[in-house]
């Protein structure tokens, strides 16, 4: 078991002609990605190692059954391009593509409360199902198959942190998820708790939070009435001064709120295991989840 | 990104926002040649940083004939300003706002914000104008206003209504309040903001709704469709070492203590320096060089962190992902050798490849440490750093 992808996803890329969608693209299919479709407007009749690219979305889905997207259209296009997937009813969305203006965002968010889609990121690393399926661009190699320990997170490079402690620490991971440092993202922590605490597989879960807004507060809550498994958490920004955005769009404090120390007391209350030094994040999991 | 005060105000004239007739000066003379236009007193003189409580640092002042402008403007221009939001160091004053007083019967404070909960466009407003507004949420929560308005539907006159109602406001300025409100929306959104804050507000003794400040802020993400609005920029409100750091496309940001420290992705240098501090010392700096790090990121990175004379000592921290150990170890090698780096340097990496990059930091003859996991390179740096 898994959440949101596993062997049955059908991948189309959107962005596939450009470096870096084509790059990751090979890392995906290499890794075990079933990898259907491409879609570059204009390149509608190449192929990339022998994947077909199609003009649009609705085509693409129409000869492969794709269901899933993962996009690396540049910031003033993919907006239109996540919107192009949930027309075309794709049923997850993976948006990787870091500086999308927040307007933008807040048009596709209030798009997708009445659609189907499920919209992961953007401005994220992607999310995995170790020995499955890889749609994203984070290093396969640090990840260990088959479970129990779930992960989401904001972070990209931090939850390949999270994860190489896991995996030397013997821990596997059933999936990682990242779910973007922009302040308006499609899957929140929620979303992917609630996920973790329904399968069957997911044994624990750890969260990484980061400083800005307040969807770990939220999470807190969530967790208190609704998550049975344990879980561990890390929130980074200690030492982050107000009003200044730490290199995540959505990573600032604001007018006081949205601090770390905030965070971290909420999810201590909600009995939440809070790693302080994430240098002890594998040890510190060793200790939760296998005792 | 932030704007001045005048900007801001030049903006809201071309949405036909009313604000007071004015104009930026640059000196004595300047002023008094735009107080002559205005025609009438008084006149008030603002001085235009990127900070809030100007008023209570001295740097806002009302002048009654034209000596007085010329006064005013003499001892705010070159002054250094300090408020609560421009720390004790405080800032230079460049310029000033010259413009005409208004008599005032209300102040009131509007705002419109983009809410990352509801992905709505939130008004904040409230009676308690000219305050600070998030003391009056504190303390009086009953006097805020919230109105979330869906950027899909736009503005409706029922969103104006509920705050125009919600103000108490007579019934004289109903009309002019929500047309006000409409055409902020829509420059907010037009312009991609990220805040506009008036604050405050006035209703005058004329029954004329007219914005007294204006304060603005912008979504850095979407300046790509503003080129205007990006002409704005005052590089004089920045700090040198930032602006240095985005001309190479770093996200770098200068702070208080004495460990330097390199790191990619956002998340995991903000970890980084938290470790930092736990392990008894304080970063320097926030640097990130980007989740794909290349060796060329990683010798901007070393210049920008070695023209900050407060640092001690460096720590780099790289997850190699897709990029190879190796190869960055080779950048570091270079980077360092290029140059000339004097501080001791810990290098924590891991990933792909790391048994090759550790190799070649070890045989480069550089001056370095390194450390095994990220909790040993926070202690080993911290030490180097205090002994």
């Not at chain 1, 693409?60 to 993962?70: F, I």
């Not at chain 2, 206003?145 to 007579?170: D, E, M, T, W």
């Not at chain 2, 470790?275 to 060089?289: Q, R, S, W």
């Not at chain 2, 000592?313 to 990029?323: K, M, T, Y």
Request: overall charge negative; proline content about 4%.
């Amino acid at each position: 078991m898994s959440v949101f992808v596993n062997s049955d996803t059908r991948l189309l890329v959107q962005g596939i002609t450009g470096k870096e969608g084509q790059f990751h693209t090979r890392q995906c299919v290499t890794y075990g990605t079933n990898v259907v479709a491409g879609v570059t407007p204009g390149k509608g009749n190449l192929n990339i190692d022998g994947i077909p690219v199609f003009n649009c979305v609705n085509d693409a889905v129409k000869k492969t059954q794709a269901n899933c997207s993962m996009i690396f259209v540049p910031p003033p296009f993919a907006a239109d391009a996540i919107m192009e997937s949930i027309d075309a009813g794709i049923e997850l969305i993976v948006a990787i593509t870091e500086g999308i203006p927040v307007l933008d965002m807040m048009k596709i968010k209030q798009m997708l409360n009445h659609a189907g889609s499920r919209l992961i990121g953007p401005n994220c690393p992607g999310i995995i199902t170790p020995g499955q399926a890889k749609i994203g661009i984070m290093p396969a190699q640090i990840h260990k198959p088959g479970g129990p320990i779930g992960v989401v997170s904001r972070s990209g490079t931090l939850t390949y942190e999270v994860v190489f402690q896991l995996t030397g620490q013997g821990i596997g991971q059933t999936t990682c998820i990242g779910i973007g440092g922009d302040p308006i993202n499609g899957t929140n922590f929620i979303d992917c708790l609630d996920a973790f605490e329904n399968d069957p597989e997911t044994e624990g879960i750890v969260m990484v939070g980061e400083i800005g807004g307040n969807a770990e507060e939220n999470a807190a809550e969530y967790i208190k009435s609704n998550v049975t498994k344990p879980v561990v958490g890390f929130i980074a920004g200690i030492t982050a001064p107000p009003g200044r955005r730490m290199g995540h769009a959505g990573a600032i404090i604001s007018g006081g709120s949205g601090t770390a120390q905030a965070k971290i007391e909420a999810l201590k209350k909600a009995g939440v295991h809070i790693c302080k030094n994430l240098g002890d994040i594998g040890r510190m999991c060793a200790d939760v989840f296998v005792s | 990104m932030k704007v001045h005060e005048f900007q801001a105000k030049q903006i809201f004239r071309s949405y036909k926002i009313p604000v007071p007739d004015g104009d930026v000066a640059f000196d004595h003379q300047n002023a008094t040649q735009i107080a002559k236009g205005i025609g009438k007193f008084p006149v008030v003189v603002k001085a235009q940083i990127h900070a809030g409580g100007r008023g209570k640092g001295g740097g806002v002042k009302l002048a009654h004939s034209l000596d007085e402008v010329s006064q005013h403007a003499s001892s705010i221009i070159g002054m250094n300003l300090v408020t609560h939001q421009t720390g004790p160091e405080g800032k230079q004053v460049k310029k000033i706002l010259v413009e005409s007083g208004v008599n005032i019967e209300k102040e009131l404070y509007l705002s419109l914000i983009p809410d990352r909960e509801t992905a709505c466009i939130l008004v904040i407003a409230s009676e308690a104008g000219g305050m600070d507004i998030e003391e009056v949420a504190a303390q009086t929560p009953e006097k805020i206003i919230k109105v979330f308005i869906n950027p899909l539907s736009g503005i409706s006159p029922h969103h104006c209504r509920q705050v125009a109602f919600g103000l108490n406001l007579p019934a004289s300025v109903i009309k002019e309040f929500s047309q006000i409100l409409t055409r902020l929306y829509h420059l907010f959104v037009e312009n991609d903001c990220s805040l506009v804050e008036i604050n405050p507000l006035v209703i005058t003794k004329e029954s004329r709704v007219i914005a007294l400040d204006a304060k603005m802020d912008f979504d850095d993400n979407a300046m790509f469709r503003h080129k205007d609005i990006l002409e704005f920029r005052d590089l004089d409100e920045e700090d040198p070492l930032d602006v240095e750091a985005s001309k190479y496309n770093l996200n770098y940001i200068n702070l208080d203590g004495t460990i330097g420290n390199m790191v990619n992705g956002a998340g995991l240098a903000m970890a980084v320096m938290d470790t930092i501090k736990l392990a008894g010392a304080e970063p320097a700096n926030f640097l990130d060089v980007g989740g794909g790090a290349t060796a060329e990121m990683v010798e901007n990175g070393f210049k920008i962190i070695l023209s900050d004379d407060k640092v001690k000592a460096i720590l780099i921290n790289i997850f190699g992902g897709i990029l190879r150990c190796d190869i960055l170890a080779n950048g570091v090698v270079e980077a360092a050798r290029k140059t000339k780096i004097k501080v001791p340097l810990v290098v924590r990496m891991e990933g792909t490849n790391v048994e090759e990059g550790r190799k070649i930091l070890a045989e480069s003859g550089l001056k370095l440490f390194t450390a095994v996991d990220m909790k040993d390179a926070g202690e080993k740096v911290a030490n180097i750093a205090v002994s």
